[in-house]
């Protein structure tokens, strides 16, 4: 792959390319250039929200250096990366064996390219167990904070509590939140279509006009929606209102219709409209952690 991405740096590569006829090379040459650009995008895509991915965008930087040496013509500089690459790849399967092992794992599933009316069932089906739940416990005035990671991941928050990774059901989530059980107190963290966590802590919001009648529940979520962009449901315990915090705004005593319209418009109709847009989402990731840059 790294001779692929040099060679895309050669001005003789696409002096060949703008020069050659309409052929099948041309054709081929396209398919080669799409090919390595998916591969990049979904190892990115399986590293992301892993203490790996920070290990990729060094590796990212070192291929740089190594093609603009190449370019440039400074060889001691190339000869010195490309040992780096070569010994550095053995060593990062050896040190990132899990998540190595989890990336040909989605690759044996054939989990890597979903069909789009599968992806939309299962959160249609995912909403609806959200709503058997907090209309059960809406009712019962049993306290829950739920948050849906989305596009930031929520992996700092899912290690401070204890790990599931569950499937998701109304029946599990009740439990989870009855009260004097061992996980009740904290959050339940979602992600990839899984419970990720339960008992996670969230970071409390210092903001002075929230209102008094607002307790530590309520302050997590809002908090949460401050420095990401997930969705943060809310059972009080008080009152048995239902409330959601998202996108920096806070929605309080929300009837069924109303969180359900939520739901759908930030969890399905969002995710339909991002689709056309994920590739450059991604170069903006990508450029913004190479700054050094933070959500």
Same mark, same amino acid.
């Given at each position: 792959?790294? +001779? ?8 003789? &590569? ?71 690459? &070569? ?20 690759? @044996? ?49 899912? !290690? ?20 004097? &059980? ?23 919001? !210092? ?24 969705? &943060?449901?809310?059972?009080? !315990?008080?009152? @048995? ?11 309080? +005593? ?15 109709? !969002? ?20 700054? @050094?840059?933070?959500?």
């Amino acid at each position: 792959m790294t +001779h692929q991405l040099l060679d895309l740096f050669r001005p003789s &590569t696409w002096q060949s390319f703008f020069t050659a006829h309409f052929s099948s090379e041309v054709i081929i040459h396209i398919i080669d250039i799409l090919v390595v650009w998916f591969v990049i995008y979904k190892l990115i895509m399986l590293l992301n929200g892993t203490k790996a991915i920070q290990v990729f965008k060094g590796i990212a930087v070192i291929i740089m250096i190594r093609i603009l040496s190449d370019i440039i013509g400074l060889s001691t500089v190339s000869w010195l990366m490309n040992q780096v690459i &070569t010994y550095g790849a053995i060593a990062a399967i050896v040190i990132f064996q899990p998540e190595v092992r989890r990336g040909l794992e989605h690759l @044996g599933r054939g989990s890597i390219i979903k069909s789009s009316k599968k992806r939309e069932h299962g959160k249609e089906r995912f909403i609806t167990q959200l709503d058997e739940a907090i209309a059960y416990m809406s009712k019962r005035k049993i306290g829950a904070l739920i948050s849906i990671e989305k596009r930031d991941s929520l992996i700092e928050f899912v !290690e401070t509590g204890i790990m599931l990774d569950s499937d998701i059901s109304s029946q599990l989530l009740i439990n989870i939140f009855i009260p004097n &059980t061992p996980l009740h107190d904290g959050a339940v963290i979602i992600r990839n279509g899984k419970i990720a966590s339960a008992c996670s802590y969230l970071p409390l919001s !210092e903001n002075s006009l929230i209102p008094k009648e607002y307790g530590t529940r309520h302050r997590a979520a809002i908090g949460l929606s401050e420095v990401s962009d997930s969705l &943060t449901i809310i059972v009080s !315990e008080e009152t @048995g209102d239902v409330s959601i915090a998202y996108s920096n705004k806070f929605l309080p +005593h929300l009837k069924k219709e109303e969180y359900i319209d939520i739901l759908n418009r930030e969890l399905i109709q !969002e995710d339909d409209e991002s689709k056309s847009g994920v590739i450059n989402q991604f170069f903006e990731d990508l450029v913004k952690g190479f700054r @050094g840059g933070k959500k």
